[in-house]
């Protein structure tokens, strides 16, 4: 069998994942993107331009953050924080956009398209859109444009263009859907800029080797600051980037166990959910096999979350592997649960974690008790929660008005 | 790739006897209603059509431009699934037993039926258009290979040419060349491109070339048909559809058919 690191095969398979399910108009371009990406890799100017901008402009490294507070309420491990939160633009989501919009730069393009669903990828585009001055449209749900409206006025701020989808469930999904039609149709000046490890191949391993830097660091952090390396690492599991970028270095580490935690939404038993590697089936979605929240028919299935980045009814395919394969294990917190963590979470540690982030603190609940004092366990911080207030206020049934 | 001879070879040979180009139309099944795609069916063939292409709806169907959405959408409301449409295809052989079907869908839908579709050509299904499956794929590995139904490949006007051969290779029935980058509907048709192309095409396969995506008028029909072999029409008829649903008055779409089909064969 092959290194799990190994992974993607030559036709982007992990496992029986992945691949390229796209309409034929696409092949080519991701043909391209493909030999772009395989050229640059390890070309020594490309990989200095990137570690410039993680330092420079990301603010990298992140710290990792001893939260001792949170670690005396739940009386088990240690409980370690690595603050994605405090990158620029305040979530993971800018470490992929760096690396990409050199990709796009290399290949010519001149116009970026993405979807969003949280908004922290649409501004993460955004910002790296305007600083190389290229024209950008971000596709966002209508229900998500709604819930997150901080994000969509800092998108317009930065000068790209918001276009809000009303088809479908009017959440991520669609603004994916709408994002690759775009694609389509201004194949030859565009590049889409990915949020996730998700999509056809190349984009589930350019994602997460972009994100990889979060993994890396915390190798080198772990080590500096309690001389060996976690005992567990958790993080949210929307598309499953931030999951992905931390747990991919340690992949072949087996005594570091992988825990990623999905959105329950009202509960794994109501259906009303976003779990499809705790309840789903494999299928094709966005290009990809992977697992997939459908019905016996193959249409998917509408999908609830209280936060809108993991409110996605697919995941990336290098999850549905290690799924299988059990190097991971994946659970799920359902919203009730996530509210709870977000209060908790602010008030012990002053850190205010967005709502995706709030699923990987509401794990501590099921799995604290399972560490010993002496044991360690990171949790990603995938992004801060500024944006969350409207939603949080009104589930809290405050006004802001 | 192996696969035993179907009504779709026996119409494509007769027309080419005939040196007629090929009327293929596309509707989506269960939009509005099964009823009427039936009706709609027989009444596309006496209006001239050669070849009925049966849209399978899915969620999330990439490849198509708002129209035809919301026409997957409806059939969704439906709840019209893949069991249904070979009903519908059963129930069309009772009256027609000549004109070849293809269901026209996504990878997902058809994934999900897998055990289903080894059984479709006992319904009278001829071939299968998988929009979201690159042409060179092998089937076998997803089970849904099927020596009794041909697989229709699209090529794009960015496939490049050692795609193209590949592609070809792989392909049976006809290939479905795609006129324009885009989503279905949309209008940026360039005629010159699309004659380099399938004439391109035609220098590596024996298997005529059907252009598609973008035709709305007679006009296109007839100037895109003197470059192919046939015309596939989609996007204008499923809004034709939408429009006469209500008062299921459909003459005026067999008007529109008739006035292709006389267009693409002058
Ligand atoms: C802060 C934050 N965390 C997590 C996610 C989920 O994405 P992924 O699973 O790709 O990390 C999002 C997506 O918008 C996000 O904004």
Known sequence: ?401 | MEYLLTRLDDRILSLNKAKKKALVAYLVAGDPSLDSTLELMHGFVDAGVDILEVGVPFTDPIAEGPIIQAAHDRALKNNTSLSDIFKLVEKFREKDSKTPIILMGYMNTFLANSQALQEAHTSGTDAVLIVDIPGESNLEKFGIKNKNLAFISLIAPTTSEDRISQICNKSSGFIYYVTLRGVTGSSHLDISETEENINYIKSQTLLPVFAGFGIKTPDDASNLSKISDGIVIGSSLVEMIHHQSNQKEFKKIYNYLHEISEAINR
């Open chain 1, 1 to 401: 069998m092959d290194n799990l690191t190994d992974l993607p095969n030559s036709d982007g398979f992990f496992g029986e994942y992945g691949g390229k399910f796209v309409p034929e108009t696409l092949m080519h371009a991701l043909k391209e993107l493909d030999e772009t990406y395989a050229k640059l890799k390890n070309n020594p100017k490309f990989i200095e331009e990137i570690d410039q901008d993680l330092v420079q402009f990301v603010g990298r490294p992140s710290p990792l953050y001893f939260a001792k507070r949170l670690t005396d309420h739940y009386s088990g491990p240690q409980i370690w924080l690595k603050r994605e939160d405090l990158n620029h633009t305040g979530a993971h989501k800018i470490n992929n956009t760096v690396g990409q919009i050199l990709l796009a730069k290399a290949m010519g393009k001149k116009r970026i398209i993405a979807e969003t669903g949280a908004g922290q990828h649409g501004v993460a585009t955004a910002t790296v859109a305007a600083r190389l001055g290229l024209e950008c449209h971000i596709y966002m749900g209508a229900a998500d444009v709604k819930r997150q409206s901080l994000n969509v006025y800092r998108i317009k701020l930065l000068g790209a263009q918001v276009h809000a989808v009303d088809s479908g469930t009017a959440t991520l999904k669609d603004a994916l859907n709408e994002a690759m039609r775009d694609w389509v149709t201004n194949i030859e000046d565009t590049y889409y800029i990915i949020g996730s490890v998700t999509g056809p191949h190349p984009y589930p391993m350019i994602v997460r080797d972009f994100n990889a830097i979060v993994g890396r660091e915390l190798r080198k952090q772990s080590m500096e600051q309690f001389e060996q390396y976690p005992h567990a690492i958790v993080a949210c599991v929307g598309g499953g980037s931030n999951a992905i970028g931390i747990f991919y270095p340690f992949l072949e580490e087996f005594n570091v166990a992988l825990i990623g935690v999905e959105a329950a939404g009202s509960g794994l038993m109501s259906g009303k959910h976003a779990a499809p590697l705790n309840d789903g089936e494999p299928g094709i979605l966005h290009g990809a096999k992977s697992y997939l929240m459908q019905d016996k028919n193959g249409q998917v299935i509408d999908t609830h979350s209280i936060s809108a980045g993991l409110d996605y009814p697919g995941v990336g395919p290098e999850h549905s592997n290690l799924k299988d394969s059990g190097r991971a294990k994946y659970i799920a917190v359902d919203d009730d649960e996530v509210l709870s963590s977000f209060h908790l979470v602010t008030k012990l540690e002053g850190i205010m974690p967005a709502l995706e982030t709030a699923h990987a603190f509401a794990a501590l609940e099921h799995i604290a008790k399972n560490y010993k004092s002496n044991q360690h366990i990171v949790i990603n911080v995938s992004g801060r929660g500024d944006k969350d207030i409207n939603t949080v206020a009104t589930m809290d049934g405050i006004s802001l008005d």
